[in-house]
């Protein structure tokens, strides 16, 4: 399984990045993962509001292949690395402010981030680290604060 990765690809500009999956300290949610990106997904990115250099993309519904409230906490910091990728998972009314459901799948493009919302810290599940284009996949994520959300299509490489 250590030779699975999957590709993260700006799809207006053709950028794109290879992510190698943390399957020995984040195996449960690389799992669930990797099957829900049996197809590729396409979906908006957006840009963090509170954490800092991140980008946001939510798992839409049809890759909801699996129970996110049966993922253990795995591989979790609240201080991420420039590449990393993180799974975050609020089910509806989790927070007073925003009682939405998230699925979400977030990138750190540099240092300085952290996993910070409205109502203080979140610890994350960091399920793997873009090791391949992370310069130029950073420039588009640091686009994204000046232009607005751009598209994104996640999938399996191997």
């Known amino acids: 399984m250590a030779d699975r990765q999957l590709y993260l690809t700006f799809t207006d500009t053709d950028v794109s990045g290879i992510i190698t999956l943390y399957w020995e300290t984040a195996p449960e949610t690389c799992a669930a993962l990797w099957g829900a990106l049996e197809s590729p997904i396409t979906v908006p990115a957006s840009h963090a509001i509170f954490s800092g250099p991140e980008i946001m993309m939510g798992l839409p519904e049809e890759a909801r292949t ?93």
């Not at 690395?81 to 998972?89: P, T, V």
């Not at 459901?101 to 979140?122: L, Q, V």
Request: with cysteine; hydrophobic share 35%; aromatic share 16%.
């Open 66 to 158: 699996f129970d996110p409230r049966a993922l253990p906490p795995e591989n979790q910091t609240i201080q991420p690395e420039a590449g990393d990728m993180l799974w975050f998972y609020q089910p509806k009314n989790f927070f007073k402010i925003d009682p939405d459901e998230f699925w979400e799948i977030g990138m750190f493009y540099a240092h300085g981030g952290r996993t910070f919302g409205p109502t203080g810290w979140i610890s994350c599940s960091y399920f793997g680290r873009m090791t391949e284009g992370l310069d130029a996949v950073a420039e588009q994520c640091k686009a994204i604060r000046k232009d607005g959300i751009k598209t994104v299509e996640i999938g399996r490489l191997k």
